[in-house]
């Protein structure tokens, strides 16, 4: 039984109506991608080579985290450090060697760039060249911005990714390989590889990998699928490679985790009978689940502001799993091919807008008087405090959103400060 078949061609909304906007805009920075990436990657270090702003952020973002010896610092290149760019290379030289030396485990090291102009006059590809030769035998150091003025927060991922690329290892062999590419849970990740495991996808890996220092290998038989839909430079470089992509909707909620596997699947020549008879007793149980969540959040309206470049998924998700009204789909950026699958999905009326102007946005969303709110941390307040229930974005990135187990978590946290705020009004 599929539960979710695919849409035929009359739902579908191939050139939706898209709204430009080009003014001001609150979003993080690409640094925030460093809280999920270090705890991905166990061996590998981000050094971010920035101001005092950039090391609050990192504390107040990553909160609890920097207690647990984080994987994670910054080296603060400051004012002083405009007499001369060489005070600034040496001064970046000896907190990586004071570094290595206290944390001999570390086999990546990140250098992060950041928006300060004392750092923008760094050369770190430079740094990380001279860096990665005096310590060839004991680490890798590659280099990527997280810059504010180059990064909104998902696209440090990317960043960080892309860097890695060309370190991949050739693979010769014959045998069809899948590479799943995006940060995700490791038991999501557990989960994933062991249904595509009964459907004889033997072939795979993930990447970011779990240790960085075992790099998955490429070759010319290697397909490689999104697991996260902010990923467009990577996929532009694992194209330029000769790779090629398979195309989908993401694994989020029952439906997009099906499509997800099948088109895996599909690229692999596994018979759609076998992808059926692995999935269904997931697909089922997370059905029923999703039930309770759904009797909740049925009817309700929900505005998405761009923040993650999650939203499409998402939007996609609630109102075709979870029956939520769309009033506006807001993303950073929309790259239309790596969204097609997804846009194909949604309702043909839908609103969706490109960059942001965040005061007009903010009047259309109150005009609407959305039930919930999907937005940055810096929006939330300012809407709670007008009666408005939010959900902060960054929430739903660090957290395990994607496949069958987690389809219902996921309803769960949109749910949640519908809850909140019913206990609040009673
Ligand atoms: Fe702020 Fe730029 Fe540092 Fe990000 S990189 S914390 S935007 S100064």
């Given at each position: 039984m599929k539960a979710f078949p695919v849409p035929v061609q009359a739902e579908a909304c191939a050139e939706p109506q898209v709204l430009r906007e080009r003014g001001q805009h609150e979003v993080f920075c690409g640094l925030t991608g460093i809280i999920w990436l270090h705890r991905k990657m166990q061996d590998a270090f981000f050094l971010i080579v920035g101001s005092r702003t950039c090391a609050h952020l990192m504390q107040s973002a990553a909160g609890v985290m920097i207690f647990a010896e984080p994987r994670f610092g910054t080296a603060i290149i400051g004012?002083?450090?405009?007499?001369g760019l060489a005070d600034a290379h040496e001064e970046l030289d000896r907190v990586v060697t004071e570094l290595l030396a206290r944390r001999p485990q570390i086999k990546t090291l990140f250098l992060v760039g950041s928006c300060p102009s004392e750092v923008i006059k760094l050369d770190l590809a430079r740094a990380a060249q001279r860096l990665g030769q005096k310590n060839a035998s004991q680490v890798r150091v590659l280099h990527y911005s997280g810059s504010g003025i180059e990064t909104t927060f998902t696209q440090g991922e990317d960043a960080c990714l892309k860097a890695m690329l060309p370190h991949l290892p050739q693979r010769t062999d014959a045998q069809r390989h899948v590479l799943v590419v995006g940060a995700l849970a490791d038991v999501v990740e557990d989960q994933m590889r062991a249904l595509l495991g009964q459907m004889g996808v033997q072939s795979i890996d993930f990447f970011p990998p779990r240790h960085s220092a075992q790099l998955p290998a490429v070759g010319p038989n290697t397909r490689f699928v999104l697991a996260q839909p902010f990923l467009s430079d990577t996929a532009q470089g694992l194209r330029a490679m000769g790779l090629k992509q398979i195309e989908s909707v993401y694994p989020l909620g029952v439906e997009g985790t099906t499509l997800w596997l099948q088109a895996i699947a599909k690229s692999c020549d596994i018979d759609p009978g076998l992808v059926d008879q692995v999935t269904q007793a997931p697909r089922q149980r997370a059905i029923a689940a999703l039930a309770r969540q759904r009797a909740k959040l049925e009817g309700k309206g929900i505005f998405f502001f761009p923040d993650s470049q999650l939203e499409i998924p998402l939007a996609r998700f609630v109102q075709r799993e979870l029956g939520m009204r769309l009033l506006e789909v807001g993303t950073p950026y929309l790259h239309k091919n790596l969204m097609a699958p997804e846009l194909a999905l949604l309702p043909a009326d839908v609103v969706l807008s490109e960059g942001q102007d965040v005061d007009r946005q903010l009047d259309r969303c109150l005009a609407q008087q959305p039930d919930l709110v999907v937005c940055g941390l810096g929006l939330a307040n300012p809407l709670e405090a007008q009666g408005v229930a939010t959900k902060w974005s960054i929430e739903l990135v660090f957290?395990?959103?994607?496949?069958y187990e987690q389809a219902s978590d996921l309803a769960a946290l949109l749910a949640r400060p519908l809850n909140r705020r019913e206990r609040l009004v009673a």
């Open positions: 004012e002083r450090d405009l007499a957290s395990p959103i994607q496949g």
